[in-house]
């Protein structure tokens, strides 16, 4: 799927997604739902 493309940081203040695509911010919010 393409939650696995994401490059995921892991920092002090959360969890960043560096993504390509324009609905990133988005896209952050699905991946922590699935993260955690």
Known sequence: TA???H???ITD???E???DCP???T???ELA???F
């Open 7 to 9: 490059t995921v940081l």
């Open 13 to 15: 203040t959360g969890v």
């Open 27 to 29: 896209d952050m919010l």
């Open 17 to 19: 997604v560096l993504t």
């Open 3 to 5: 939650q696995f493309e």
């Open 23 to 25: 609905d990133g911010e």
């Open 33 to 35: 739902k699935e993260v």
